[in-house]
């Protein structure tokens, strides 16, 4: 069945005639570049969930994968009708991709997970259960013995996640865990940002919503390299100051001032003691010290106006988030 190609404005409405039919959990699941591990993962899903006591459907979103995925995905929902999938036209990213799955799940909890294996299937029952157990609308999955690189992701991530637990004042620990359950009521209120917006927990917490952490399994990406370079970590950073910290520019300027400041005022006394001492003052190196210093903070000021030059053109051209190309009910 085909789709209009655009992006919604609100969660999908459930038809009155498929209410009774709706089911307790939707499981959100986005997929690139998958062909090696589609086949295990909707194994250990069907498996893991065939004595649960929910009813469930899964919907899992194609990002415009170039491999065998879409094919795969077709064969797989052939096999198993409660296996929704959407294909995208293109690759629009991992997050519009998220916001394309949830706009079209039907359940009142929605679970939300990468397909890549690193998120274990069998941890869905676990955080659904929280939900009730804690009577909260978020529960928020927690990496326990993170299976990343050290250097390439461990420490980029813990910066990200000591930026986001200062700007929304939400102590968890774990921001960029994408597995996750929300209470439909949590998503809400936020439902037009999701997808533009990289950090759907750190969005819908923003709002006030009750959450609680859950400890959840984490695999290495098995024959796979990270797709997060470090360029791409940098530019999440950026993301995360221009999303969530509603004044950036303002402290940037005002940091830079003081630095710059002190820096004239310390290399003033220098100059003088110096030149009190040895009658010869070492201008041109202080002089290039403080040209650099005042260079690197222009440019850290340029990448926070490029981030929201980018985000102002996108809004005023209202560029859809993504484009279904077809949707498997």
Known sequence: MSSAES???????????????RPDVSIVITVFNEERNLVELVDRLLATLASWDRSWEAVL?????SDASPRILRELHARDRRLRVVLLKRNFGQHPAMAAGIHASRAPIVVTMDGDLQN??????????????????????????R????M????PSRAINGMLRRITHVQISDYGCAFNAYRREALEPVIHRIGRQKFTKALVLSTGASVHEVELQHHAREGQRSRYSTMRLIRLALHVLTGFWPQPIQYAGALMGFVTGLASVALAVYGVIFWLARDNFPGPTLLASLVLLVLSVQGFMLALLGEYVTRIQRDVERQPLYVIQEVLE
């Open 120 to 145: 274990d299937p069998t941890d869905i029952p676990k955080l659904v259960a929280a939900l009730d157990e804690h009577g909260v609308e978020v529960a928020s999955g927690r990496r326990a013995g």
């Open 61 to 65: 979103v194609d990002d415009g994968s």
């Open 152 to 155: 390439s992701r461990k420490l």
């Open 147 to 150: 299976a990343d690189a050290l």
């Open 7 to 21: 992006t919604q404005a609100t969660l999908a409405p459930v038809p009155a005639g498929e209410a009774a039919a």
